[in-house]
């Protein structure tokens, strides 16, 4: 069978892979701890469960409107002033079937063949194969831990092009935990404004953040700014909402409408009863929401002294999501192994924990381990990681 080409292209996503392989041991009897998935393990909370189920009760059972029922871009465009101070009317909201979805049509609604975006490294492995599938060309900038994981304009304008379209920001990040400071977005914002560059402001993870760190949008820094940003966002991380597949876009009306027509002859429109599940997740009492960011934080301030203290790794402190992303590479060779990969698959063969490899991420020597578990299980999967290195290195 011949494929499009562009399909040839794509990577598959190696956070979906080596949760598939944890799987499968699993379900051969094996006492797997997985550390790949990114998601809360929190149940979603009753109160919209109930919503949900009174909605389909009630018959909401049919097509929406494509970008989203009107109460849902009421509640979107009410969260925002809430928490951002922004201001959007409804034709500048767009809701997907998850942020991911959002994405996807972003990029097939802008980019032409060719077109670039800019995107920092590490960065969330859908990012660069989202891009391609829109025939554009994905250019990443590679950061490092010493700089905190964080581009400059610097970095921007030896990127930048006159193919360049957009940047994509992802802050919190995914899989760093880093945040991008005011003072950090202010002089990227300015660069893009000149040089005519839409920001993509991936914000899903802003209200998991940590031990007196602040969650800044850059669409915050002027009215200017927030016309060239589309804020990109959903219930999935913050309400523990990852499977009702819920997200949404905030921008230029223009750019939305285009969304939109994309997702009329793919999708037609998100779950009617996930969107009012996600009603109720904005518009009721977000204590849920602040209960699971302290038990994230909780883990992190735990297990992140532990990790550091093994053998060869290093990794800097997130500051919010819920991921750790230390650099192995001593580590792995110390271990006799070729590539951090390699390490990863001995880790889960012999060990039976489920790590990430950074080389999906654009950052082959590190690993992601996702605090999104109990500590209980994190802090064994520590025991066995420490014993797989020792076993190695002795």
Not at 306 to 332: D, E, H, M, W
Request: glycine fraction near 6%.
């Amino acid at each position: 069978m011949r494929l499009a080409e562009r399909v040839a292209t794509i990577t598959p996503s190696s956070t979906l892979a080596i949760t598939a392989k944890a799987g499968e041991l699993a379900a051969q009897g094996f006492d797997v701890i997985g550390l790949g998935a990114g998601q809360p393990d929190f149940n979603t909370p009753e109160f919209i469960i109930d919503a949900a189920t009174e909605a389909l009760k009630a018959g909401h059972t049919k097509y929406t409107p494509t970008a989203g029922l009107p109460a849902l871009k009421q509640a979107i465009i009410d969260k925002l002033k809430r928490d951002q101070g922004f201001d959007y009317t409804p034709s500048e909201i767009i809701v997907g079937n998850g942020a991911k979805h959002v994405l996807y049509l972003l990029f097939q609604a802008l980019l032409d063949p060719g077109d670039e975006v800019i995107i920092p490294a590490p960065f969330w492995v859908s990012y660069p194969e989202q891009v391609k599938l829109a025939d554009g060309v994905p250019v990443p900038i590679q950061t490092t831990q010493e700089q905190h994981f964080k581009i400059n304009v610097a970095d921007l304008e030896q990127a930048a092009t006159p193919k360049t379209r957009a940047l994509i920001l992802n802050s919190p990040s995914n899989p760093t935990g880093v945040i991008y400071e005011k003072e950090d977005l202010e002089p990227i914002a300015d660069f893009c404004l000149k040089h005519d560059i839409l920001i993509i402001s991936d914000e899903i993870y802003e209200k998991l953040i940590y031990n007196g760190n602040t969650f800044y949008s850059i669409a915050q820094i002027s009215d200017a700014v927030k016309k060239n940003t589309i804020v990109v966002n959903g219930v999935s991380k913050s309400h523990a909402m990852t499977g009702w597949r819920i997200g949404y876009a905030a921008g230029d009306a223009v750019l939305i409408k285009a969304m939109t027509n994309i997702a009329s002859h793919s999708t037609s429109n998100p779950a009617s009863a996930s969107q009012y599940a996600a009603i109720a997740a904005y518009n009721g009492p977000q204590d849920s929401v602040e209960k699971m960011r302290q038990a994230f934080e909780k883990r992190l301030n735990t297990v992140y002294p532990r990790l550091v203290g093994l053998s060869g790794v290093s990794c800097i402190k997130p500051q919010g999501a819920f991921y750790l992303f230390p650099n192995i590479a001593k580590t792995s060779k110390a271990c006799g192994f070729d590539t951090v990969t390699d390490w990863v698959a001995a880790l889960l063969e012999e060990e039976k924990v489920a790590v990430v490899p950074g080389a999906g991420f654009g950052a082959p020597e590190h690993i992601r381990l996702s605090y999104a578990t109990s500590l209980e299980k994190f802090q064994t999967a520590l025991d066995r990681i420490e014993h797989f290195i020792k076993k190695h290195t002795n």
